[in-house]
């Protein structure tokens, strides 16, 4: 038989599998056969189907910096725990991308935005609540410390929400050669008002749960932001 193309033979051999849900224990056992023949014909291992069943989702990353500050990368990180995801930081395309098992994606990738634009939102309030006698590199180093502690806080919203499907996501992560890099930190002491302020706004965040978002080819170089 003619090889077909792998996403082809992918699809086929996860069809059978799928068959075999809720199916007798005969018609499970034979689509099981079937899956494995169609996987050695076609040299499709276990590993390719984990990978096939990772989905991606791309929105605006609401920055272009090349290194975001670090109450991003936390945020970032904040949800790939809730979901089970990987969040992929593009600076030239000025993209997130999330990678995710179904439609975890979609989801971690709608609760980022949401999250994002708050965190955003209050960060600049805070920001020009503070004193015109203090510098502007203070008042910057002051309000991200606010917004790391807002992040942390907002977390507690998600927590309920949590899957658990990592290993597929980490074979696609490998085979995507997908890097890690740190989120840029302030050098100034931090003020525990400012981490106060943000822990008490951060714990009013809210997120109601939707989908939806048409995904773009990304140019760039894509990183994994860590906490």
Known sequence: A???????AIDEAGSALLSAEGATLDEAAAALRQAQALMRLHGVTDADLAVAAVQTERRPAGTGAQRPP???????KTVEATFGVAVLYN?????VEFAG?????????????????QVQ???????????????????????????????????QELEALRPDRPAALALWLDRNGVTTQAGRQSSRPRNDRDVIAGWLDGAKARVRIGVGAEARQPAGRIVRLPN
């Open 2 to 8: 003619k090889a077909k193309g792998p996403r082809i």
């Open 70 to 76: 670090q109450w991003y990368a936390r945020l970032a």
């Open 91 to 95: 600076a030239a395309a000025r993209e």
């Open 101 to 117: 098992i179904d439609s975890d994606a979609a989801i971690a990738a709608y609760a980022f935005c949401v999250l994002r634009r």
């Open 121 to 155: 939102s209050a960060r600049r309030a805070y920001y020009v609540s503070l004193s015109v006698r203090l510098s502007v590199s203070s008042r910057t180093a002051r309000a991200d410390t606010y917004a790391n502690a807002w992040v942390v806080a907002a977390a």
